[in-house]
């Protein structure tokens, strides 16, 4: 039986110039003091430095149990074969945005082993590694990480707030990236520098609405300006006439009720709409013409045996969009009595099979029907829903960069946990605070409070918020504001920054229920 081992020498070390490896290697020892001189490091170069703890043996049926996305970051890999030894460190891995399972098959693939000849020669470690940042410059101090990050505190300090904080990275990064015609990258992977070629157009419509929101809350003509050209943008390339007077957000995938739906909510709460008038009619007219007597709301225009997919999301972006135009008495607005019918048709189904991403959708369409008819079953449904919602959030026995995110391990059909999601929740939770100050239940509104207190640390823990979050990224106009998909996985997606974005702004200006405001206390 082979020993069980440290890696040695046990000092991983890479050598950055402005994000980019210049060199990179083990070394015999563990001292920080003295490593930016013995890797040579020159005073605008930074170094990158994990020092390995004791390996243990995985066997090869416990791969997933050791190996698995949640330990990337946190957990090296070993690789032994035929006297070869390759390490990987924690944050090599990271910052390549590389999982266990292809960090092992690559290695196969370039020595031409197959994955029976390893498991009957090769060997693979574990190991853990302390982890941190020697930066740029003279007399900086080495900075611990923890998953190639700073850690953010559990409950903010006395002099912070998080969701300004928030707010302006996401805002700063969007005036960053938007293109001179008005786009914004869709999905960014700061490990290549490069941006993928997927899309995605309700997630690039959230962003459009987002920047109309911080336009608006900071009374900013650059962000206005920058909301406008992003919303004509979005719209010269996917909004087409179908038919009927309707119109529709059209993909190569299809049209769905989602897209139509938050194009429409941005083009209500963009300031001088009349630009778009045309467009917000027959989205209108499109979206009316997906309302079912039986589900609410039916969820693509096209292709039909796509219908039904997704109505969770759609059916409360639709409803919102209801909901919305009749608050602004939009001449697009249906009545208060169809968004009423079309709201117990909703709640009926989703009591009949529950589902988180149903949550604040419904929860933002529900408390803007609430203020303006004060029918109390609108509220109670909010209610409802988000106290079934919070015992998803985590906090205890978690990874102390994961606490405060949303995600449900015995029920995985709920989705992956995801920056995206968190950020949604606590939009709905927003309103859901402002509902419950107002029917007297203070005991509600203070869980609802620090789960939003909870979820802005996620939020905060996953943007990328100064040089240290980004010691790996040469570009880092392209990132820093950004949120990272999750802890260990930095892809950088739209609609992660638009739904943070959308949450602090709830937080930073709290919903009016009637002619009251509730002030924010989280």
């Not at 650059?222 to 943008?233: G, T």
């Not at 995110?405 to 029920?411: M, W």
């Amino acid at each position: 039986m082979r020993s069980e081992r440290p890696p040695d020498p046990r000092t991983w070390f890479c050598v950055r110039r402005n994000g980019a490896a210049r060199r990179e290697g083990w070394l015999a020892g563990d001292s920080l003091a003295s490593l930016r001189n013995r890797v040579g490091a020159r005073l605008d170069e930074a170094v990158e430095a994990c020092i390995a703890g004791d390996a243990r043996r995985v066997p090869p049926k416990r791969f997933t149990r050791v190996f698995f996305p949640r330990a990337r970051g946190v957990v090296g890999m070993e690789i032994e074969l035929r006297g070869e030894t390759v390490r990987l460190s924690p944050t090599r891995m990271l910052a390549a945005n590389l999982g266990f399972d292809r960090a092992l098959a690559k290695f196969l693939e370039e020595r031409g082993v197959g994955s029976d000849a390893f498991a009957a020669e090769g060997e693979l470690r574990a190991f853990s590694a302390e982890q941190y940042l020697l930066p740029s410059g003279s007399g900086r101090n080495p900075v611990a990480l923890f998953r190639g990050s700073t850690l953010v505190d559990p409950e903010p300090s006395s002099h912070e707030d998080r969701a300004a904080d928030l707010a302006d990275g996401v805002g700063n990064w969007m005036l960053a990236n938007l293109s001179p015609d008005g786009g914004l990258p869709y999905k960014y992977w700061p490990s290549r520098g490069t941006e993928s070629p997927a899309d995605n157009a309700i997630r690039r419509f959230l962003a459009s609405l987002a920047l109309v929101r911080l336009g608006e809350l900071r009374r900013c003509a650059r962000i206005r300006d920058a909301a406008r050209r992003n919303l004509r943008f979005n719209l010269a390339r996917y909004f087409q006439d179908i038919g009927g007077g309707r119109g529709a957000i059209v993909e190569r995938t299809g049209a769905k009720l989602g897209a139509a739906a938050v194009a429409g909510l941005a083009i209500l709460e963009i300031p001088a709409p009349e630009e778009f008038s045309r467009e917000l009619a027959m989205l209108a007219a499109g979206i009316d013409s997906l309302a079912d007597e039986e589900r609410g709301f039916r969820t693509f225009f096209f292709p039909a045996e796509r219908d039904g997919e997704n109505w969770n999301f759609y059916s409360g972006e639709a409803l919102l969009f209801w909901a919305e135009a009749a608050r602004r008495e939009a001449p697009v607005a249906p009545a208060l009595a169809r968004c009423s019918a079309a709201f117990e048709r909703c709640r009926e189904r989703h009591r009949r099979k529950r589902n988180p991403a149903f949550v604040p959708w419904h929860t933002q369409a529900c408390s803007s029907l609430y203020a303006q008819t004060g029918r109390r079953e609108y509220a109670d449904f909010v209610l409802e829903m988000n106290d079934w919602l919070l015992p998803m959030q985590q906090w205890d026995g978690l990874d102390p960069d994961l606490k405060g995110r949303f995600y449900n391990p015995r029920r995985p059909d709920f989705g992956p946990p995801h920056a995206a999601s968190t950020g949604a929740y606590l939009e709905g939770l927003g309103d859901a605070v402002a509902l419950a100050h107002a029917l007297g239940h203070e005991r509600r509104a203070r869980k609802y409070e620090r789960a939003i207190r909870r979820g802005l640390r996620s939020l905060r823990q996953l943007q990328f918020r100064d040089e240290r979050d980004a010691f790996y990224v040469s570009n880092r106009d392209r990132v820093l504001g950004a949120l990272r998909t999750e802890a260990y996985d930095n892809a950088v997606r739209v609609d992660s920054a638009a739904h943070a974005l959308a949450a602090a702004i709830k937080v930073l200006r709290p919903v009016e229920i009637g002619a009251r405001r509730f002030g924010r206390s989280v």
